[in-house]
């Protein structure tokens, strides 16, 4: 009588993966899969861990550049910062665990993002999130928002690495599935920088941090499917971190990687000790041996299907020299982590298993991850939307109610009430925050005169709109920001935020923001170092908004010579950079006052952005200008009240020209910046620029304590920014 199988199709397809792929399986093998052999596969061909339905399309990135050390492939990516200094980041999604169990989600997403980072030899220095909720009204929004804040401060603030910026959305489109993205920046020395191949045979491999339980099983499988009404009963999954522990093991690898014993290293994150060593492994070009056994464990009777898919936080896997053994333990047992030599690299090129005396897993490392599916998924264009002229856009008769009503509107309200709860400051380096409207944060680097600047950004409405356009504005967004603080940018992480990739259209968005990014890249010579990919995000088949978030990391060679928009003083003129058409397709004035989201985006001109760009960085290197903000959501106006916040000077804004009047406050053209410049240097700063070919003209004046347009609005500035101000904390005690 024939064996009963152990692997039915119904265990297939709770695991994950399709006919065909267990059939590939099957013919790699030779043979039918164990169930831990079966989990393994799950979570390695998931889309979280193998990117199956996008790797051919991220190959299309830019990734090296004359300052990239370590691009895309790696735990995070590298640049070279001068001085032998380099910095290390990277930006993940934690969006499926957030949504259904919003602390732990988002502080697992803080504390895994950091792993990636000082795994490869750096101390975390600054970190960044990119959140985008549902509606505000929506019954959970309220709920998501105060969990996944107190999670990030909660992890990041006790871990102790300053949170300094980041960018908060709201939109209907994230009603079923949030998006919770971190970012990580870290300092290391260039010549120490630390990789996972585990190259060699016959080195010891070493399991350090905490005990292995049975939190996240499957996490990277759920974060591989869509949700549903039932995904509340996926709380198992969601991982629970521990800050403090995080802190001795940052503090416990830096100590050992200031030795020569460790060979390989590897974060535990998603797919945990399956991932790490099938990574290493292929990277390395090895087999690994490990004997589940001397796995620390801190629940008992575990199985070997449970500690090989656990994504239990803290914990790395490391290949050590042979000889180093006792360093190692002396080190991890300092700083009273668990530590325990579990396996060896072999030249088999398997991953073999060991539980309990028995061989529970014997399968070839290369169709887990090279040779994993990679699939050309059909794809479609998005469909070109009309192009909206202003004077066929409805003018409001009240542009005082419409100013107050975009201030306080989601997207613009002020963020206070989220980045107080972080501690912004902590290592003492922190020279400026992007939260409070700033447009990068700017961060020491220790002991010199020297800084990183950091950003994140994104704008959901022009991808969804145009996905190729879109995709240029995210980068061009981020290098802006880099621009209007004075920093050479050099390099982007990305995290790619899209819906089901087996439905065309989605695809379709997915493979036009790319390209987009992609020429933005090459415009402006900024890689792509790092990223992710989330794939679908979408509840009950409503997909959320595309999102491909962009981290954006520059250098200030001179702190002395930085900018930011508090500098403006009364008596300073407002000169705009950049030409204003008063575009107002998939803008903020036409979905807040006019409650509509068409029009196309819009367009952005790379080689006008690198101009106008590269000049006013030359500005603020030769101290032209006072303060400096881009103009990006809301235009002109928004820009003009953000910088009034911030110096505590009144604005007044001209007439415009071409009688749009709402165009001119609000439009949303690309590659401009808002200066504001004293008197002696208006004239030199409009003429260099018209010898240049830029659009460069007087639009306003600083001073007084009203923010002024001609024959449009007149509001007092406290008044405005005690609005915009409120907004949020109103939303969040129950008064908006």
Known sequence: MAKKSEITPEIVAEHGLSESEYAIILDRLGREPNLTELGIFSVMWSEHCSYKSSRRHLAKFLTTGDRVIQGPGENAGVIDINDGDAIIFKMESHNHPSYIEPYQGAATGVGGIMRDVFTMGARPIA?????????????????????????????????????????????????????????CVGLAKADNIFLSAAKGVGNPIFYVGSKTGRDGIHGATMASAEFDDDSDEKRPTVQVGDPFTEKLLIEACLELMATDAIIAIQDMGAAGLTSS?????????VGIQINLDKVPQREPNMTAYEMMLSESQERMLMVIQPGKEKLAYDIFEKWELDVALIGKTTD????????????????????????????????????????????????????????????????????????????????????????????????????????????????????????YEGGKQCVAETWRNLTCVGADPIAITDCLNFGNPERPEIMGQFVGAIEG?????????????????????????????PTPAVGGVGLIPDLEKHMTLKGAKAGDTLILIGDTTGWLGSSIYLSEILSREDGAPPPVNLATEK???????????????????????????????????????????????????????????????????????????????????????????????????????????????????AWLPNLMNGDA
């Open 517 to 545: 990014m992609n020429e933005a890249c090459h415009a402006f010579d900024y890689p792509v170092v790092s990223g992710n990919v989330s794939l679908y995000n979408e509840t009950n088949g409503q997909a959320i908004p």
């Open 277 to 285: 060593s099938i990574e290493m492994a292929d990277k390395g070009g």
């Open 348 to 467: 088999t090129g398997n991953l073999v298993l060991k539980h309990k005396r028995k061989k529970v897993c014997d399968i070839p490392i290369a169709p887990l991850a090279d040779d994993a599916p990679n699939y050309d998924r059909p794809h479609v264009k998005t469909d070109a939307r009309e192009v909206l002229e202003a004077r066929d856009i409805h003018e409001t008769q009240d542009y005082n109610d419409a100013l107050l009503r975009i201030m306080t509107s989601p997207d613009i309200a002020s963020k206070r009430w989220i980045w107080e709860q972080y501690d912004r400051h902590v290592m003492t380096d922190t020279v400026d925050s992007s939260q409070s409207g700033g447009d990068a944060a700017i961060v020491r680097v220790h002991g010199t005169k020297k800084a990183v600047a950091i950003t994140t950004d994104c704008t959901p409405r022009y991808v969804y709109a145009d996905p």
């Open 127 to 183: 970190l960044m999130n990119a959140l985008r909720f549902g509606e505000p009204t929506h019954w959970k929004t309220k709920q998501l928002v105060s969990g996944v804040v107190a999670g990030i401060g909660g992890y990041g603030n006790c871990v102790g690495v300053p949170t300094v910026g980041g960018e908060t959305n709201f939109h209907k489109g994230y009603n079923g599935n949030i998006l919770v993205n971190a970012m």
């Open 611 to 725: 101009l106008n760009g590269d000049y006013v960085r030359k500005l603020i290197r030769g101290r032209r200008v006072n303060a400096v903000h881009d103009c990006s959501d809301g235009g002109l106006a928004v820009t003009a009240c953000e910088m009034a916040f911030a110096s505590g000077q009144g604005m007044h804004i001209v007439a415009p020209t071409n009688g749009k009047t709402h165009g001119w406050l609000f439009g949303e053209d690309q590659a401009r910046y808002l200066l504001a410049v004293e008197e002696n240097s208006v004239n030199p700063v409009i003429a260099t620029a018209k010898a240049k070919g830029i659009e460069a003209q007087i639009v306003g004046s600083v001073g007084g304590d009203r923010i002024k347009a001609d024959g449009a609005f007149d509001v007092s500035l406290e008044k405005l920014r005690a609005a915009n101000e």
